[in-house]
């Protein structure tokens, strides 16, 4: 009796935050293709009559702003909650995609496959994708069956610091790439939406989906986990099957978003830290809700590196960085 | 295999120009006291290096054989083959190292391409240069190898400044190379005739240039000039990472020169990044495109141009006027802008080459 009314005010819950989170998503991603550097004009951007291919207006908001936002939306969902997935398996609140090596890997995947145009492209789609990934699952796999080796049960909590070795290889290909080559990869590193069209959104997205259905599997166990894989697997979880799941779809959902707007940096620490802030410690709210908060928050930033310096631009990674350099350095002092 | 005896020498000599700056080629030779002035350490890893060298057989064949004909005798033995067969005492350095591409196809220009014997490991032309030393490159200049080359100038960039504090203190001449507009590369070409004792080879390649690119300016005068974007660089199969001339530099004024408006000329800048709305913005009438680096067949030139259609809505794409220009030469601002500028030009006003 007791649990189906914590069921039912869960649900009552979930339908409220996931509802006011939602619309905030969307406002945002909603506003931010009327927001840029050059003033256009909306009706002459729905004006049916003007032929697309001769309308700068609508080629400005469709094929530039538009595409950017849900850019922004997909990378910043997929990256912060990737970070709740990782935080949770790890029992590490500074775990995320980034401090664990997993960006880093993804960032090589992808490097590779644009320094040495491999031109595999998989039924038309481009091999980026599936390059980063590879390095996202490459970097944390040795961890992955260290883990599970000492006893299945054993994720290491303090890990953290990762992707020194994928970024000695970063580093390796830059300086054997020629030199136009290596000024784009160092720009792509920081992190850039700008990807002028939906082709590579449609080549991220099937990834994405992937890994939120996975993600959808998870709040429950991860909840259980956070007190610990002997509690969890007292109450009935498959401690082994569960961490393979989260940390294969957060490393799908990782590689998907560097792939398509580089390594941008400390989306899956701030975001998931302000929603606990806000909804608690309950995975089944702090998982959809950062998904939102991080869309939300990345197409946000992306207003701002676009209208910060105008006309020109700066890289959204930096402006992410200077937000969550100083956030996760509260969080370090706080923590310890 | 065996250090040569003579690399070992140069290599004390570098340790000892840490105490002191010499700068004749002679005063490299083993000195009694040289040994106790110079730190120990330093010395130890010059030999080590030096035998690494030899024993890595990483000196190509003409380094080694620049280097015995070079100071064992008098310098004239390596001096150009022209003043010899004068009978002239040689003029100016004789044993070039040139570490910046565009310098180093000034200096065959102006005729002392036998006087090189070092380049960066960047150089491809003349293809005289593939056959000689490489020294490094911009961020990786090999400070052993240059001066085991006994170079009397070296020509470097400003930006080496790690490298000019090593060459000064190794008692070596330099030429300080900067990047700059378009009139920077006659401007240099002259000087380096006065660094090279060239001067009136220098001058009339320098004049040469300049009435090509009068040339050139004189045929698209008075024309309409067609708002133009200047690609430099961007990722081969989409609109992404695209970077463009801003209002500085020698691109900027070889198309300005050529004919063309820059649509970024506004901005104070030699590169930036251009977004797809700041290209649809920017409505260009032309676009030119620089690929250059690796070989560039004419099918992926083609599919650079196909890639623009994805902004139907830019002039220059509505109308087919982009444009994919391929060559090394594009990017270096060297004795060949004019050919650049006679390229653009055609592009930007066909009618004024009919």
Redesign the interface.
Known sequence: MARAAAGGLIRRRLVLTIGAFGLAAAAVCLLAPLV???PIRLRRVFDGSIP?????D???FF???LPRALAGALVGAALAASGVVFQALLRNPLATPFTLGVSAGAALGAMLV?TF?LQIALGGVSAVPVASFAGSLGAGGPRNTRGTAGGGAGWPQGERGGGGEQYALILFIQYIA????T??TV??LMG?L????Y??ILAALPFTVAAFVAFAFLPRALNLLALGPDHAAAHGVDVQRTQRLAFFSASLATGAAVSLGGPVGFIGIVVPHLVRLMVGADHRLVLPASALFGAAFLVLCDVGA?SLLA???LPVGILTAMVGGPFFLWLLIRKS | MVAHPEELTALRGVCRADLEVRRDAGGLSPRADSGAKAPLSSCCVGVIAAVWLAACGAQPPAARDARRSGPATSPATASAPAARAEGAPPRGPQRIISLVPAVTEMLYAIGAGPRVVGVSSFDTYPPDVLALPKVGGLIDPDLERIITLRPDLVIVSESHTDLRAQLAGAGLSMFPHALGDLANVTRTIRALGVSTGLEPQADAVARAIDSRLDAVRSRVAGRPRPPTLLVFSRAPDALRDVFVSGGVGFLHDLLELSGGANVFGGIQREGLQATSEMMLSAAPAVIIELRYGRAITAADAERDRAAWSALSAVPAVRFGRVHVLVGDELVVPGPRVADTAERMARLLHPDAFR
């Open positions: 840029g550097s050059t697309f291919a001769e309308n700068p609508a080629q400005i094929i530039a702003r644009i145009p020629d030199f136009s080559q000024y784009r720009r792509w850039d700008d990807v002028s069209g082709v590579p676009r006309p020109m631009e």
